[in-house]
């Protein structure tokens, strides 16, 4: 099949490029791959009759009725773990949890049986699922519907992680995700679902049809998994980033007028090593951000990787700004959240080294 | 009747002072046992509390009984309320799951407690039970503003409040992890010996959690104190108990595990009450757990953004007219010689101690940001 990849950094803009919200994408995703494969099948909590609590999936079971699109009862491990079979034995599954603080129960199946299914048959029997959840704070969800869970999952050797953050590249990073040959966990950053927020949380959020990465084109596209994306270029830094947190480091950039290259990674595992050295190497300065807590985040990975292989080109330590090691806040969110105030104090920081 | 709707519309409670409902009445003996004599013992033992309960279905409470449930629960639904108010207003932030419709579950099933020995423990849609303990409604709504003077000092939120006093231990987030917990509370009471019991509530759709058999079989192997109570209200979220569960008559779901059922119409406080009792002392006798399923109904959206397709109007309408536990005490009091001067006293005295949580809530400071690093670990860091 010649699909067409998109492996350039900038969307491809053609005539059919509409301008869709980051559900819209997603659901347009879904609905492709429901379209062209009659193995792929979508279930979870609320997300046929309802259409997912976030409408990612709405009206995918009208178009294409319940055995394709159904709802499981509230089961986290079960739903997991029926996916894990249903891959095994050829369909493509692609289930919802619906907070990635519910994946809990289910992280049983993910590491001991999704995880290791083809190793552990030498490559006879795989598990060829996506499992799609919304993940990330900035919603006043407190401790249950805010977390950041990837480095749980790319501790785990056997799964892939992959993280959008506009809805040019959720639809192709989706599209790869379901047709990949591995388990993938799809985390969706909740918060930039309808606009790309950009930490500046007292000011209104532009919505995506704005923002030059809302076009997306009509149809069936791919974005490879493990290729990263680069924001914005530029010479005196380099940002590493993923998910919310792209849109927060660009506008924080953007107002200091620091010349950063921005480096948005897509994907964790498999990781754009090559993109971030190039650029760290070029920049000899390197700034990490997420939103998940600090130890052993996977900021930590990040800047292992940088020391390890660009040491001798760094300029400054490379820094973090991360969420705190504590759980998530019901109250002071905007205090917890790694905003524009603390992401301008490392670039200080970094910069005057 | 051959309407598809939920369990608990279907189940309309008898009128008061009314025989029980005929679908009730005939239910143990729908069930025979296969290929066993329907009166095997190991059979009865199952049912026998159901049959105890439906022999003597409503608590016969006192004047003074009758008003103290009638308040509680207007104190739940007036909070409840106020709640949703400051929520629209933005007092309120992220999550909120409201108890409206469901009061008289807390209130009878926790009047029947012994105060400072039994332990409480539930899920997200805790601020019911947590009013029916009596607690303080300022420190309630405090918590779900986020403010420093909550119960959990604005770091728990709407779903997760504690109080140590009252031996309520919260308010659980994540459906169905409580129940373990519960489990646990369970065997602590029987290790210290103390003569308590567990009550662990959960959703209808939080049965269908896989750690709920988990511990159902641990409850009934250790023959522990405990009472899990199933909220029926007929949907989870969005999803209606027919569409997500094999076995929708969820007191039965214990029999695997020899766990005896009750099946008990949660609309009256009365009922429930008298429902409590039966469980509670065969707990207490050292027999083991006890499932009851209260069926129940929530008026309200699942939480605030619900845009609430998956049932109609008429069905939450034709609850509310018909089988509202408020009203339904309410005309018992007027029954029982009760002046509506009276009521409407009452009602306002509640409406004033409403006023005084939102105020509280409203005004009370935010936590200090160094509170973010607190009660992580013992020590801080
Ligand atoms: C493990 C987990 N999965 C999913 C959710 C999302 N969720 C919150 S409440 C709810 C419905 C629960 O319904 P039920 O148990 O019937 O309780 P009710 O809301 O009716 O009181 C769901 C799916 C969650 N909080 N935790
Ligand atoms: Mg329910």
Partial sequence: MSAPETTNDAPVVTEDTRR???????????????????????????????????????????????????????????????????????????????????????LDQLVSEAARLRYRSAGEFIAPMTVRSPFGGGIFGGQTHSQSPEALFTHVSGIKTVIPSTPHDAKGLLISAIEDNDPVIFFEPKRIYNGPFTGFYDKPVEPWKKHRDSQVPEGYYKIPLGKARTVREGEALTVLVYGTMVHVAEAVCEARGVDAEIIDLRTLVPLDIEAIETSVKKTGRCLIIHEATRTSGFGAELSALVTERCFYHLEAPVDRVTGFDTPYPHSLEWAYFPGPVRIGEAIDKIMSE | MAKPAPKAASKPAPKTAAKPA??????????????????????????????????????????????????????????????????????????????????????????????????????????????AYGIDPNVI?????????????????????????????????????????????????????DGGLCLAYFGDGAANQGQVYETFNMAALWNLPIVFVIENNGYAMGTAVKRSSAETEFYRRGTAFRIPGMDVNGMDVLEVRAAAEIAFAHVREGKGPVLMELNTYRYRGHSMSDPGKYRTREEVQDQREHNDPIERIKKELAERGKTEDEIKAIDKAIRARVAEAADFAENSPEPDPAELYTDVLVESY
Avoid: W
């Fill in chain 1, 20 to 106: 869709l919200n980051m559900i819209e994408a997603i659901n347009e995703a879904l609905a492709i791959m429901l379209e062209r494969d009659p193995d792929v099948i979508i279930l979870g909590e609320d997300v046929g009759y309802f259409g997912g609590v976030f409408r990612a999936t709405a009206g995918l079971q009208e178009k294409f009725g319940k055995t394709r699109v159904f709802d499981t009862p509230i089961s986290e491990c079960g739903i997991i773990g029926v996916a894990v079979g249903m891959g095994a034995y050829g369909l493509r599954p692609v289930p919802e949890i619906q907070f990635a603080d519910y994946i809990y129960p289910g």
């Fill in chain 2, 22 to 131: 005929p679908k009730a009445a005939s239910k143990p003996a729908a069930k025979p046992a296969r290929g066993k004599s329907v009166e095997s013992d190991e059979d009865f033992a199952l049912r026998s509390l159901q049959m105890a309960h439906e022999d003597n279905k409503r608590f016969d409470a006192s004047d003074e009984q009758l008003l103290h449930f009638y308040e509680q629960m207007l104190l739940i639904r007036r909070f409840e309320e106020r709640a949703g108010q400051l929520y629209g207003l933005g007092l309120i932030g992220g999550f909120c799951h409201l108890y409206i419709g469901q009061e008289a579950v807390a209130v009878g099933l926790q009047s029947a407690l012994t105060e400072g020995l039994d332990s409480v423990i539930t899920g997200y849609r805790d601020h019911g039970h947590m009013l």
């Fill in chain 2, 141 to 193: 709504m405090a918590e779900l503003t986020g403010r420093q003077a909550g119960i959990s000092k604005g770091k728990g939120g709407s779903m997760h409040m504690f109080s140590t006093e009252h031996r309520f231990y919260g308010g659980h987030g994540i459906v169905g992890a409580q129940v373990p917990l519960g489990g646990g509370l369970a065997l602590a009471h029987k290790y210290r010996e």
